[in-house]
């Protein structure tokens, strides 16, 4: 099919879902270049794991990250370990390094693209109150996520949280004004 796209439109760069290559890993990896250092955890969601890959390529030593999976079946690990070791081409540095994170698998209410009541007032409160527009398939679920532990305390005090808004608001059309 590669091939067939090549021959049609000529050289291109042909990118996959989610950005889910060298490429796009390598892309994120910029992602906190503009951060302040002074966060020390980095939150994000994951659907092919690709960003989470680069973020965690780029973090420094007393930055953690935290994956927010909006699939469930708990396979982000693996999908960002092979990410890592594609990347890297190293099998001991990526499990190293995949190791190092922390997944949150509760947030994803029911799978890919699957929502409830619950979450769909969240991201309608959250646009009218802070301004900030979610999606019911990645950000949506991430910014629940951060902010129900935050309401449980899970964070120190003194830490100092970068939630990363990927977009993906193309997903937020269909149920908007619902």
């Not at 067939?4 to 760069?13: A, S």
């Not at 699939?71 to 990347?87: N, P, Q, R, T, V």
């Not at 994170?101 to 409830?116: L, N």
């Not at 679920?141 to 990363?164: A, S, T």
């Amino acid at each position: 099919f590669k091939m067939w796209l090549m021959e049609q439109y000529g050289p291109c760069f042909i990118i996959p879902e989610g950005g889910a290559n060298f490429l796009g890993i390598n892309g994120c990896i910029e992602i906190l270049e503009e951060a302040d250092e002074e966060y020390n955890i980095i939150c994000c969601c994951a659907g092919t794991g690709a960003m989470a890959a680069g973020l965690l390529l780029a973090l420094k030593k007393h930055q953690k990250l935290h994956v927010f999976p909006s699939l469930k079946g708990g396979f982000m690990k693996d999908e960002i370990f092979s990410h890592l070791e594609y990347f890297l081409m190293d099998r001991d540095a990526a499990r190293e390094l995949v190791n190092t994170v922390v997944f949150h698998d509760d947030y994803h209410f029911g799978g890919y693209a699957k929502t409830t009541p619950q979450l769909l007032d969240f991201i309608e409160k959250t646009k009218s109150e802070k301004g900030i527009p979610l999606d019911q398939v990645y950000t949506g679920k991430l910014m629940f996520g951060v902010n129900d532990l935050l309401q449980c305390n899970y964070f120190e005090k003194n830490d100092r949280i970068l939630v990363i808004h990927s977009g993906g608001l193309q997903g937020y059309r269909s149920v908007e004004n619902v």
